[in-house]
Protein backbone atom coordinates (compact mmCIF):
# COMPACT_ATOMS: atom_id res chain seq x y z
CA UNK A 1 0.00 0.00 0.00
CA UNK A 2 1.06 3.68 -1.04
CA UNK A 3 0.10 4.99 2.22
CA UNK A 4 -0.87 4.55 5.45
CA UNK A 5 -2.38 7.49 6.92
CA UNK A 6 -4.55 9.25 4.18
CA UNK A 7 -7.15 11.48 4.80
CA UNK A 8 -10.95 11.05 4.08
CA UNK A 9 -11.79 11.33 0.28
CA UNK A 10 -7.81 10.55 -0.31
CA UNK A 11 -7.40 7.64 -2.58
CA UNK A 12 -4.84 5.12 -1.66
CA UNK A 13 -3.27 1.82 -3.61
CA UNK A 14 -2.68 -1.39 -2.65
CA UNK A 15 -0.47 -4.21 -4.01
CA UNK A 16 -0.74 -7.53 -2.93
CA UNK A 17 2.62 -9.45 -4.27
CA UNK A 18 3.27 -13.36 -4.56
CA UNK A 19 6.05 -15.67 -5.83
CA UNK A 20 7.28 -19.56 -5.76
CA UNK A 21 10.01 -19.59 -3.62
CA UNK A 22 10.98 -23.47 -4.55
CA UNK A 23 13.53 -23.60 -7.76
CA UNK A 24 12.19 -25.94 -10.46
CA UNK A 25 9.08 -25.99 -8.32
CA UNK A 26 5.61 -25.87 -9.60
CA UNK A 27 2.19 -23.99 -8.29
CA UNK A 28 -0.87 -25.69 -10.30
CA UNK A 29 -3.34 -22.83 -9.02
CA UNK A 30 -3.03 -19.72 -7.36
CA UNK A 31 -5.83 -17.65 -6.02
CA UNK A 32 -6.07 -13.97 -4.65
CA UNK A 33 -8.89 -12.45 -3.09
CA UNK A 34 -9.03 -9.32 -1.36
CA UNK A 35 -12.45 -8.54 0.65
CA UNK A 36 -12.45 -5.01 0.95
CA UNK A 37 -13.18 -3.74 4.70
CA UNK A 38 -15.71 -1.03 5.88
CA UNK A 39 -14.40 2.66 5.11
CA UNK A 40 -12.83 2.00 1.95
CA UNK A 41 -14.73 2.12 -1.64
CA UNK A 42 -13.30 0.50 -4.74
CA UNK A 43 -12.39 2.68 -7.85
CA UNK A 44 -13.48 1.46 -11.23
CA UNK A 45 -11.09 0.68 -13.46
CA UNK A 46 -8.21 0.81 -11.33
CA UNK A 47 -7.74 -3.39 -11.27
CA UNK A 48 -4.64 -4.52 -13.10
CA UNK A 49 -1.86 -7.28 -12.89
CA UNK A 50 1.97 -6.69 -13.54
CA UNK A 51 4.25 -9.51 -13.70
CA UNK A 52 5.58 -12.15 -16.68
CA UNK A 53 3.84 -14.73 -17.83
CA UNK A 54 1.54 -16.62 -16.98
CA UNK A 55 -0.70 -14.08 -15.99
CA UNK A 56 -3.80 -14.29 -14.23
CA UNK A 57 -7.10 -16.08 -16.31
CA UNK A 58 -8.94 -14.15 -14.92
CA UNK A 59 -9.24 -10.62 -12.53
CA UNK A 60 -12.00 -9.12 -11.51
CA UNK A 61 -13.68 -7.24 -8.93
CA UNK A 62 -17.53 -7.80 -7.90
CA UNK A 63 -19.49 -6.90 -4.53
CA UNK A 64 -16.42 -5.27 -2.91
CA UNK A 65 -14.03 -8.69 -3.56
CA UNK A 66 -11.20 -8.78 -5.55
CA UNK A 67 -10.54 -11.56 -7.40
CA UNK A 68 -7.36 -12.93 -9.43
CA UNK A 69 -6.82 -16.56 -10.94
CA UNK A 70 -3.81 -17.97 -11.97
CA UNK A 71 -2.79 -21.34 -13.60
CA UNK A 72 0.17 -23.02 -13.52
CA UNK A 73 3.45 -21.22 -12.61
CA UNK A 74 6.85 -22.73 -12.34
CA UNK A 75 9.40 -20.26 -11.81
CA UNK A 76 10.06 -18.27 -8.76
CA UNK A 77 9.10 -15.01 -10.27
CA UNK A 78 7.12 -12.12 -8.25
CA UNK A 79 3.30 -11.39 -9.75
CA UNK A 80 1.26 -8.66 -8.38
CA UNK A 81 -2.39 -7.64 -7.96
CA UNK A 82 -2.64 -3.69 -8.39
CA UNK A 83 -5.99 -2.29 -7.39
CA UNK A 84 -6.95 1.51 -5.92
CA UNK A 85 -9.78 2.10 -3.07
CA UNK A 86 -10.78 5.68 -1.96
CA UNK A 87 -11.13 6.51 1.93
CA UNK A 88 -14.66 7.01 2.06
CA UNK A 89 -17.58 8.42 4.94
CA UNK A 90 -17.50 5.35 6.67
CA UNK A 91 -14.12 5.47 7.65
CA UNK A 92 -13.50 7.40 11.43
CA UNK A 93 -10.19 9.55 11.97
CA UNK A 94 -7.58 8.15 14.22
CA UNK A 95 -9.49 4.60 13.67
CA UNK A 96 -7.44 1.70 12.07
CA UNK A 97 -8.88 0.14 8.66
CA UNK A 98 -7.26 -3.11 8.70
CA UNK A 99 -7.49 -4.81 5.36
CA UNK A 100 -6.69 -8.58 4.67
CA UNK A 101 -6.00 -10.47 1.10
CA UNK A 102 -5.67 -14.17 1.09
CA UNK A 103 -3.48 -16.24 -1.24
CA UNK A 104 -4.50 -19.81 -1.96
CA UNK A 105 -2.09 -22.17 -3.62
CA UNK A 106 -4.57 -24.99 -3.18
CA UNK A 107 -2.40 -27.09 -1.37
CA UNK A 108 -1.10 -25.45 2.09
CA UNK A 109 -2.57 -22.92 3.87
CA UNK A 110 -3.32 -20.21 2.48
CA UNK A 111 -1.26 -17.07 3.37
CA UNK A 112 -2.93 -13.77 4.72
CA UNK A 113 -1.44 -10.87 4.22
CA UNK A 114 -2.66 -7.93 6.24
CA UNK A 115 -2.26 -3.56 5.99
CA UNK A 116 -3.41 -1.11 8.34
CA UNK A 117 -4.51 2.36 7.29
CA UNK A 118 -5.34 4.46 9.75
CA UNK A 119 -7.45 7.76 8.11
CA UNK A 120 -6.42 11.11 9.38
CA UNK A 121 -9.14 14.23 9.82
CA UNK A 122 -8.20 16.42 6.40
CA UNK A 123 -7.70 19.46 8.64
CA UNK A 124 -4.90 17.96 10.10
CA UNK A 125 -1.16 18.22 9.25
CA UNK A 126 0.01 15.34 7.03
CA UNK A 127 2.60 13.45 8.02
CA UNK A 128 4.96 11.79 5.50
CA UNK A 129 5.18 7.98 4.90
CA UNK A 130 8.87 6.79 5.41
CA UNK A 131 10.83 4.87 2.65
CA UNK A 132 12.39 1.96 3.16
CA UNK A 133 16.07 0.79 2.28
CA UNK A 134 17.37 -2.92 2.74
CA UNK A 135 20.93 -4.48 2.40
CA UNK A 136 22.36 -7.76 3.09
CA UNK A 137 25.54 -8.75 3.88
CA UNK A 138 27.77 -12.01 4.95
CA UNK A 139 31.25 -12.46 6.90
CA UNK A 140 32.85 -14.41 3.45
CA UNK A 141 31.69 -14.99 0.25
CA UNK A 142 34.02 -18.04 -0.40
CA UNK A 143 33.43 -20.45 2.28
CA UNK A 144 34.63 -24.59 2.88
CA UNK A 145 31.70 -27.01 3.46
CA UNK A 146 31.65 -27.42 6.84
CA UNK A 147 32.05 -23.75 7.88
CA UNK A 148 29.76 -21.04 9.54
CA UNK A 149 28.68 -17.83 7.63
CA UNK A 150 27.23 -15.11 9.76
CA UNK A 151 24.41 -13.06 7.19
CA UNK A 152 23.20 -9.51 8.66
CA UNK A 153 19.63 -8.11 6.79
CA UNK A 154 20.02 -4.29 7.34
CA UNK A 155 17.34 -1.83 6.80
CA UNK A 156 16.59 1.69 7.53
CA UNK A 157 14.00 4.76 6.79
CA UNK A 158 15.08 7.22 4.57
CA UNK A 159 12.60 9.97 4.94
CA UNK A 160 13.06 12.48 7.93
CA UNK A 161 10.09 12.48 9.82
CA UNK A 162 8.50 10.07 7.91
CA UNK A 163 6.68 6.79 9.42
CA UNK A 164 6.90 3.27 8.70
CA UNK A 165 3.04 1.63 10.71
CA UNK A 166 5.34 -2.22 9.84
CA UNK A 167 8.48 -3.86 8.56
CA UNK A 168 8.44 -7.46 8.35
CA UNK A 169 12.11 -9.46 7.61
CA UNK A 170 11.78 -12.61 6.02
CA UNK A 171 14.71 -15.47 5.12
CA UNK A 172 13.59 -18.40 3.89
CA UNK A 173 17.09 -20.26 3.78
CA UNK A 174 17.74 -22.53 0.77
CA UNK A 175 19.37 -25.85 -0.14
CA UNK A 176 22.63 -25.66 1.27
CA UNK A 177 22.24 -24.22 4.53
CA UNK A 178 21.42 -25.06 7.73
CA UNK A 179 20.37 -22.77 10.85
CA UNK A 180 22.46 -22.52 13.79
CA UNK A 181 20.58 -22.67 16.84
CA UNK A 182 19.90 -19.48 19.22
CA UNK A 183 22.14 -17.20 16.47
CA UNK A 184 19.05 -15.03 15.73
CA UNK A 185 19.82 -11.48 16.82
CA UNK A 186 18.60 -8.07 16.21
CA UNK A 187 20.69 -4.86 16.39
CA UNK A 188 19.77 -1.17 16.52
CA UNK A 189 17.91 1.31 18.96
CA UNK A 190 14.24 1.34 20.16
CA UNK A 191 11.56 0.13 18.69
CA UNK A 192 12.61 -3.74 19.09
CA UNK A 193 11.33 -6.44 17.00
CA UNK A 194 8.01 -7.48 18.41
CA UNK A 195 8.95 -11.19 17.54
CA UNK A 196 12.24 -12.88 16.17
CA UNK A 197 11.63 -16.58 15.45
CA UNK A 198 13.44 -18.96 13.55
CA UNK A 199 10.62 -21.81 11.15
CA UNK A 200 10.71 -24.45 9.24
CA UNK A 201 13.89 -22.70 7.37
CA UNK A 202 12.35 -19.08 7.16
CA UNK A 203 13.68 -16.54 9.69
CA UNK A 204 11.20 -13.94 10.57
CA UNK A 205 11.19 -10.59 12.45
CA UNK A 206 8.22 -8.41 12.85
CA UNK A 207 8.73 -4.04 13.83
CA UNK A 208 6.05 -2.10 14.74
CA UNK A 209 5.91 1.62 14.22
CA UNK A 210 9.33 3.50 13.44
CA UNK A 211 9.37 7.36 12.95
CA UNK A 212 13.23 7.42 12.78
CA UNK A 213 16.15 6.81 9.95
CA UNK A 214 18.22 4.53 11.65
CA UNK A 215 19.92 1.01 10.91
CA UNK A 216 18.25 -1.95 12.14
CA UNK A 217 19.71 -5.30 11.49
CA UNK A 218 18.89 -9.19 11.42
CA UNK A 219 22.03 -11.08 12.38
CA UNK A 220 21.99 -15.04 12.12
CA UNK A 221 24.48 -17.41 11.38
CA UNK A 222 24.05 -20.74 9.27
CA UNK A 223 26.62 -23.91 8.63
CA UNK A 224 27.27 -25.23 4.79
CA UNK A 225 26.05 -28.47 4.67
CA UNK A 226 26.62 -31.70 2.80
CA UNK A 227 24.15 -30.56 0.33
CA UNK A 228 26.06 -27.64 -0.77
CA UNK A 229 28.09 -28.24 -4.13
CA UNK A 230 31.64 -27.52 -4.27
CA UNK A 231 32.05 -24.06 -6.83
CA UNK A 232 27.85 -23.68 -7.42
CA UNK A 233 26.62 -20.70 -6.24
CA UNK A 234 23.97 -20.51 -3.26
CA UNK A 235 22.49 -17.44 -3.64
CA UNK A 236 20.23 -16.44 -0.26
CA UNK A 237 17.53 -13.68 -0.64
CA UNK A 238 15.64 -12.29 2.39
CA UNK A 239 12.86 -9.94 1.49
CA UNK A 240 12.06 -6.73 3.89
CA UNK A 241 8.85 -5.04 3.49
CA UNK A 242 6.81 -1.91 4.55
CA UNK A 243 3.48 -3.17 3.34
CA UNK A 244 3.12 0.05 1.41
CA UNK A 245 5.86 -0.12 -1.30
CA UNK A 246 6.54 -3.53 -3.53
CA UNK A 247 8.88 -5.10 -1.12
CA UNK A 248 12.99 -5.18 -1.28
CA UNK A 249 15.01 -8.96 -1.86
CA UNK A 250 18.29 -7.90 -0.89
CA UNK A 251 20.11 -11.06 -2.30
CA UNK A 252 24.21 -12.37 -1.49
CA UNK A 253 25.71 -15.12 -3.11
CA UNK A 254 28.14 -17.22 -1.28
CA UNK A 255 30.54 -19.90 -3.13
CA UNK A 256 31.53 -23.65 -1.09
CA UNK A 257 34.80 -24.88 -1.39
CA UNK A 258 35.89 -28.50 -0.44
CA UNK A 259 37.91 -28.77 2.83
CA UNK A 260 41.44 -28.43 2.90
CA UNK A 261 43.34 -31.91 2.65
CA UNK A 262 45.56 -32.54 5.59
CA UNK A 263 49.31 -31.15 4.74
CA UNK A 264 52.31 -33.70 4.90
CA UNK A 265 54.39 -31.53 7.87
CA UNK A 266 57.89 -30.62 6.37
CA UNK A 267 61.03 -31.27 8.75
CA UNK A 268 63.04 -27.85 8.41
CA UNK A 269 66.82 -28.30 8.47
CA UNK A 270 69.01 -28.32 11.64
CA UNK A 271 70.38 -24.85 12.48
CA UNK A 272 74.03 -24.07 11.86
CA UNK A 273 74.25 -27.28 10.41
CA UNK A 274 74.59 -26.80 6.54
CA UNK A 275 73.59 -29.51 3.77
CA UNK A 276 75.42 -31.91 3.25
CA UNK A 277 75.45 -32.72 -0.41
CA UNK A 278 74.97 -37.03 -1.33
CA UNK A 279 77.63 -38.50 -3.15
CA UNK A 280 76.32 -41.15 -4.90
CA UNK A 281 78.45 -44.80 -4.08
CA UNK A 282 80.97 -45.67 -7.21
CA UNK A 283 79.71 -49.41 -8.20
CA UNK A 284 83.08 -51.94 -7.61
CA UNK A 285 83.18 -54.34 -9.63
CA UNK A 286 83.41 -57.86 -8.14
CA UNK A 287 86.71 -59.35 -7.35
CA UNK A 288 87.80 -62.55 -6.80
CA UNK A 289 88.79 -63.49 -3.22
CA UNK A 290 92.50 -64.64 -2.90
CA UNK A 291 92.76 -68.11 -1.99
CA UNK A 292 93.56 -69.04 1.18
CA UNK A 293 96.12 -71.20 1.93
CA UNK A 294 96.51 -74.86 3.17
CA UNK A 295 96.97 -75.86 6.28
CA UNK A 296 100.45 -77.54 5.58
CA UNK A 297 101.00 -74.71 3.03
CA UNK A 298 100.68 -72.41 5.93
CA UNK A 299 102.99 -74.93 8.56
CA UNK A 300 105.44 -74.98 5.21
CA UNK A 301 106.15 -70.99 5.31
CA UNK A 302 106.22 -70.70 9.07
CA UNK A 303 109.36 -73.16 8.83
CA UNK A 304 111.33 -71.20 5.96
CA UNK A 305 110.33 -66.98 7.70
CA UNK A 306 111.82 -66.45 10.90
CA UNK A 307 110.43 -64.75 13.67
CA UNK A 308 111.01 -61.42 14.43
CA UNK A 309 113.12 -62.00 17.73
CA UNK A 310 115.47 -64.97 16.00
CA UNK A 311 115.98 -62.61 13.37
CA UNK A 312 117.61 -59.75 15.29
CA UNK A 313 119.95 -62.55 17.33
CA UNK A 314 121.01 -63.40 14.10
CA UNK A 315 121.73 -60.36 12.74
CA UNK A 316 124.14 -59.54 16.62
CA UNK A 317 125.62 -62.54 16.06
CA UNK A 318 127.07 -62.00 12.73
CA UNK A 319 128.34 -58.62 13.37
CA UNK A 320 130.43 -60.13 16.50
CA UNK A 321 132.45 -62.40 14.44
CA UNK A 322 132.99 -59.91 11.57
CA UNK A 323 134.79 -57.59 14.23
CA UNK A 324 136.21 -60.35 15.70
CA UNK A 325 137.82 -61.13 12.21
CA UNK A 326 138.95 -57.13 11.38
CA UNK A 327 140.82 -57.47 15.33
CA UNK A 328 142.66 -60.79 14.44
CA UNK A 329 143.83 -59.07 10.84
CA UNK A 330 144.86 -56.11 12.70
CA UNK A 331 147.14 -57.91 15.06
CA UNK A 332 148.86 -60.04 12.94
CA UNK A 333 150.07 -56.82 10.58
CA UNK A 334 151.50 -55.39 13.34
CA UNK A 335 153.45 -58.29 14.79
CA UNK A 336 155.04 -58.24 11.12
CA UNK A 337 156.65 -54.64 10.92
Known sequence: MNHQSPKLGEEIEYRITFRNKVTNGVLNQVTVTDNLPKGLTYVEGSLTSEGDQPEPTSL????????????KISDTKARSIVFKVKVNK????????????????????????????????????????????????????????????????????????????????????????????????SEGDEPQPTSVTYKDGT???????????????????????KEAV???????????????????????????????KPEVPVVPNQPNKPDVPVVPEKEVPNRPEPRKPAPKE???????LPKTGEAVSYTLIALGGILVVIVLVVAVKKRKQ
Open 60 to 71: TYKDGTITAEYG
Open 90 to 185: NAVSGKEILNIATVDDHVTPPDKPEVPVVPEDPDQPKVPDGKLVSEKTVNQKTVKIGEELEYRISFHNTVEHGILNQVTVTDKLPKGLTYIEDSLT
Open 203 to 225: ITAEYGKISDTKVRTIVFKVKVN
Open 230 to 260: AGKEILNIATVDDHVTPPSEPEVPVIPENPD
Open 298 to 304: KEARKSF
